[in-house]
């Protein structure tokens, strides 16, 4: 179970890292959600890892009583965060959320999409199923805003848009229909796909797939990157500029 303690803003490592010193070994996992941002200087751009939610730390432990106790006796200011006047874990929705965004490490990636109009559209990242770069989400007991990182590749009008999406319709509408062969993952030992094929989506050109649900419905693009696991379906489709965008899907928003 996911526990939060709260400390001083800027001091989350510090405190996490005395916490774990005083507690030695044992089952609890100390962390730092953080998220990637893109920074630019030195004439590029740059990832930079920052704290997800300033001023706290987690643990991942089914022994809260020795966090509590551990924690009274650090001199940076922290406490478990109570619900009801009890210490209490995060929900279960909570930390569902939570882990959907983060990878292993505990890291929101970096996301990637467009604007029509005002409307935020993810194409890549962990915001796939999110709307927004910062979100106020119920966490904590509290509305908790939470910034993620996200870069729009383009801004567009609803009328550009349409336009986008009938020239895409009308150059593929006969162009679909070549099947990829089934059993597509990419998690065997040595790198490849279970079907012998090399991952990040190198024998896939040419392999037409159909969007039919979202944003895209209607639209056709080319298969490159299948990850069955975690039910990701890149497909390179002509949105804008000359060059194709990548855009990630599920399974059951594609046809093949």
């Known amino acids: 179970m996911w526990y939060v303690i709260q400390t001083m803003s800027g001091q989350e490592e510090a405190c996490m890292e005395l916490c774990r010193k005083r507690l030695g070994e044992g089952n609890c996992e100390l962390f730092v959600p953080r998220y990637i941002a893109k920074r630019h200087y030195q004439k590029g751009w740059h990832d930079k890892e920052l704290v997800?939610?300033?001023?706290?730390?987690?643990?991942?432990?089914?022994?809260i009583e020795k966090i509590v106790e551990t924690v009274r006796g650090i001199p940076q200011f922290s406490r478990v965060l109570k619900s009801a006047g009890e210490v209490a874990p995060v929900t279960r929705e909570e930390q569902a959320f939570?882990?959907?965004?983060?990878?292993?490490?505990?890291?929101?990636?970096?996301?990637?999409?467009?604007?029509?109009?005002?409307?935020?559209?993810?194409?890549?990242?962990?915001?796939?199923?999110?709307?927004?770069?910062?979100?106020?989400?119920?966490?904590?007991?509290?509305m908790t805003p939470m910034e993620v990182g996200f870069s729009a590749v383009a801004r567009v009008t609803e009328e550009e848009f349409q336009a986008i999406l009938e020239r895409n319709?009308?150059?593929t509408k006969e162009d679909v229909g070549q099947r990829v062969p089934d059993g597509i993952s990419n998690g065997s030992s040595d790198g490849t796909l279970s079907n012998g094929m090399p991952p990040n989506g190198m024998n896939f050109d040419g392999k037409k797939v159909r969007i039919i649900t979202g944003i895209f419905q209607g639209m056709a693009g080319e298969l490159i990157y299948v990850d069955e696991k975690?039910?990701?379906?890149?497909v390179r489709l002509p949105l804008f500029g000359e060059e194709p965008s990548r855009v990630v899907f599920r399974r059951k928003e594609i046809t093949l």
Not at 99 to 124: K, N, P, T
């Open 230 to 234: 975690k039910d990701e379906w890149a």
């Open 52 to 63: 997800l939610f300033p001023g706290y730390f987690f643990a991942d432990t089914g022994e």
């Open 98 to 142: 939570l882990e959907d965004l983060m990878d292993e490490d505990h890291v929101v990636r970096h996301s990637e999409g467009f604007l029509v109009g005002d409307q935020v559209y993810i194409m890549d990242g962990p915001l796939r199923n999110w709307r927004g770069r910062i979100l106020d989400v119920d966490l904590f007991g509290r």
């Open 169 to 171: 319709r009308e150059i």
